[in-house]
């Protein structure tokens, strides 16, 4: 995976559990579900929109809180309870008229899979199955719902010059935008 690739990337799928989430999934008693998500992954994912970079999630799952959110991150594109990922994602190919190297996806478990066939750039998480990091073009440092999202959104903007920040010699933050 090259700057130049990652330069071209107009869309980012991300599955949810496992990619946005650690994967848990808690139940209260009365069968309520929680999650956690990462502020970074967040903060990332709404630098990457504002940035013109679409952001779609497609997950396996139906989940209220990941609903709630991708609404609260501004990613209009949310796609729960895909029984069919390469349907969908097929759909929003054709939608927005991208061509498969404008597409990024991360995954971590084999339903992530008709993804990345999908996709120009394929990427695991650290903690994905084995089958997935071997079908990945790339492997995040971080595991997911742990920083792996923001890992990714960072490398983007970067590879676009649109990474607004930077540490100068004297070890001060400076805003370059």
Not at 38 to 47: C, S, T, V
Not at 128 to 146: C, D, L, M, Y
Request: aromatic content about 4%; charged content about 30%; overall charge positive.
């Amino acid at each position: 995976m090259t700057k130049k690739e990652l330069a071209k990337i107009r869309l980012l799928i991300l599955d949810v559990d496992g990619v946005l989430t650690d994967g848990r999934i808690i139940l209260n008693d009365r069968g309520e579900e929680t999650k956690h998500f990462n502020a970074k992954d967040g903060h990332g994912l709404r630098m990457l929109l504002q940035a013109g970079v679409e952001v779609a999630l497609i997950s396996g799952r139906r989940s209220a809180a990941a609903e709630f959110r991708a609404r609260d991150l501004g990613i209009v594109e949310v796609h729960l309870g895909a029984r069919d990922k390469t349907g969908v994602c097929a759909h929003l190919i054709q939608k927005k008229n991208l061509e498969k190297a404008e597409i990024c996806c991360i995954g971590d478990d084999l339903p992530d899979l008709p993804l990345f066939e999908q996709s120009g750039i394929a990427i695991a998480v650290a903690d994905a199955v084995p089958e997935i990091r071997a079908a990945a073009s790339f492997s995040t440092k971080n595991r997911g719902g742990q920083g792996a999202v923001r890992e990714v959104c960072e490398a983007i903007l970067r590879a676009k010059a649109q990474w607004p920040y930077s540490i100068g010699k004297d070890g001060k933050l400076r805003f370059t935008a």
